[in-house]
């Protein structure tokens, strides 16, 4: 079993639209956790950090459950320019960051 | 100043060649890493480096040989690379390593060996 798993993708989805990422963890002691994206031949970009409290900026909202380990990532009323791949990094305490396989969506017009 | 810079931005190298791949910050942060991401997979950690001294190495190979000559810069010694290291190359820093710490990464370096 992988560290961090990641829903497949890819997600295809018109304007307007809202759309859920998830991602679980394997490691119980994992302590933080972050949404980056990453666009095509670019380097990754943190987009969030996940708290247990759940975070929002905008259109995006990330939730972590410590108690399912996965966290979740929304993104409301999708944009052209949302269309990237979507990395879910957990890290543990020795500064170890664990990357998902990513999720790519891409939004249509 | 929030970035990371990584030089070159493109590389090709022979088998045979040694080269560098070098990563600057200045924003204070005392952990830097190296990154390796092949097309179409997420960025594999190869090295962690904290307060200049190496913390992590993931079972790299020799031919890849990092150092870090003071806080804000690290570099990444290659040679006698195979075909199969050709890749993205990223560099990122945190403030420090560890729990909540978010990691900034440079453009990269886009590696080919012939």
């Known amino acids: 079993r992988k560290e961090v798993e990641q829903d497949p993708g890819p997600f295809n989805v018109p304007e307007g639209a809202t759309v859920a990422f998830n991602c679980t963890y394997s490691n119980s002691a994992s302590q933080s956790f972050f949404w980056y994206r990453q666009d095509c031949r670019k380097e990754p970009k943190l987009l969030m950090s996940v708290y247990s409290s759940g975070n929002e900026d905008g259109r995006f909202t990330a939730q972590l459950n410590r108690a399912s380990q996965y966290i979740s990532l929304l993104i409301r009323d999708s944009k052209l320019s949302d269309s990237a791949t979507y990395l879910c990094?957990?890290?543990?305490?020795?500064?170890?960051?664990?990357f998902g396989d990513g999720t790519t969506l891409t939004v249509k017009p | 100043d929030t970035e990371v810079t990584q030089t070159p931005k493109h590389l090709v190298m022979g088998m045979t060649n040694k080269k560098s791949l070098k990563c600057e910050q200045h924003?204070?942060?005392?952990?830097m890493y190296w990154y390796k991401q092949k097309a179409k997979k997420p960025p594999e950690l190869m090295f962690v480096?904290?307060?200049?001294?190496?913390?992590i190495n993931e079972s790299v190979p020799s031919r890849f040989s990092p150092e870090c000559p003071n806080s804000s810069l690290l570099n990444l010694h290659l040679h006698a690379l195979q075909p199969e290291d050709s890749a993205l190359y990223l560099c990122?820093?945190?403030?420090?390593?560890?729990?909540?710490?978010?990691?900034?990464f440079g453009q990269g370096t886009r590696l080919t060996v012939v």
């Open positions: 480096y904290s307060y200049e001294k190496l913390s």
């Open positions: 924003m204070g942060h005392r952990a």
């Open positions: 990094v957990v890290n543990n305490n020795a500064g170890k960051s664990t």
């Open positions: 990122a820093s945190s403030f420090l390593t560890g729990a909540n710490t978010e990691a900034f």
